[in-house]
């Protein structure tokens, strides 16, 4: 594997007082289970970032492992008429980051967020750095304040 730079994503979370550090993983982690295999965790305990088309702007879910996001439920707590998981050009576009990768922070711009309440049953969740080879350990209550969300029942 080559050498992953995660030097931005870093000092994103520095900026945010975020005391968790950058872990790179041996390989990819482009799903919870193979993250949680890896970090030798739950699945649930896997923050994956989802980001969606709501009423065709971005919506962030940050949502448990162990969940698929119900995405009309998610439609009716943010009032959208649809909510569609985004293609990988609205990803990178509106996150700068790749499917498989995305983080709760380091857009190019705020993206509204949603952080499934399932995650708060984790003392530490692991969350994606910019990379499908990084993550970081984190909390439910830090998710919540680096990206500025809103608690949600997101899950099915």
Request: hydrophobic fraction near 45%.
């Given at each position: 594997m080559a050498a992953v730079d995660f030097s931005r994503f870093a000092s994103v979370?520095?900026?945010?007082?975020?005391?968790?550090?950058?872990?790179?993983?041996?390989?990819?982690a482009p799903t919870a289970a193979a993250a949680?295999?890896?970090?030798?965790?739950?699945?649930?305990?896997i923050a994956n970032s989802l980001v969606f088309a709501a009423d065709g702007a971005p919506l962030l879910v940050m949502t448990s492992g162990a969940h698929r996001?119900?995405?009309?439920r998610v439609a009716g707590l943010i009032g959208a008429a649809v909510?569609?998981?985004?293609d990988a050009r609205s990803v990178r576009g509106?996150?700068?980051?790749?499917?498989?990768?995305?983080g709760p922070v380091g857009h190019p711009a705020p993206i509204r967020t949603l952080v499934d309440d399932w995650l708060a049953k984790y003392d530490?969740?692991?969350a994606a750095a910019?990379?499908?080879?990084?993550?970081?350990?984190?909390?439910f209550a830090e998710l919540l304040r680096i990206t500025g969300g809103s608690a949600a029942d997101v899950g099915e």
């Open positions: 979370l520095r900026d945010l007082n975020v005391p968790g550090e950058v872990r790179v993983l041996p390989e990819a949680a295999a890896q970090l030798g965790c739950e699945v649930g305990a996001v119900d995405t009309a909510v569609a998981r985004a509106w996150t700068g980051q790749v499917i498989g990768g995305v530490v969740v692991w910019g990379h499908p080879h990084t993550v970081f350990p984190t909390s």
